[in-house]
């Protein structure tokens, strides 16, 4: 799909369902229950204000997409899974140090306060029409 040919409101339509999609996705993959009960509260907020009946039952419809897909595959790869899991047990260690090092990195730069100047730097690369809808 070409964005370039596409109006602001248009490329934004297109943005906010990708963007729908991702968090649905994200929200059934962490499933902390209260994150689910915020995106479904901001996916029904848009669609409540949506210009008409459709746009608001497509968001729904991405959304409960966005949820059960990532379940569904799981279903499906759950064997395979556990197979690669068996293989990849042996790396653990290793990731645990990597995360628990990028924990305290970032807690370095919340508490310096370069985690602020990190998020400034990179909400440069937010596109400009976004911005100007912000």
Do not use: C
């Given at each position: ?51 008409d ?29 556990l ?20 924990l ?31």
């Open positions: 799909m070409n964005l370039s040919k596409l109006s602001a409101s248009e490329k934004l339509a297109v943005y906010g369902a990708v963007a729908t999609v991702i968090g649905a996705a994200v929200a059934a993959s962490s499933w902390p229950g209260h994150w689910g009960v915020t995106w479904l509260g901001a996916i029904l907020g848009l669609a409540a204000t949506s210009v009946l459709t746009r608001g039952m497509l968001l729904l419809a991405v959304y409960s997409a966005g949820l059960a897909v990532p379940f569904l595959i799981a279903a499906v790869a759950v064997e395979s899974f197979d690669w899991f068996q293989r990849f047990r042996r790396f653990l260690p290793w990731v645990m140090r990597v995360s628990g090092a990028l305290v990195f970032v807690g370095f730069l919340l508490l310096t306060g370069e985690f602020t100047r990190l998020a400034g730097w990179l909400q440069g690369f937010t596109p400009d029409f976004l911005r100007e809808q912000i």
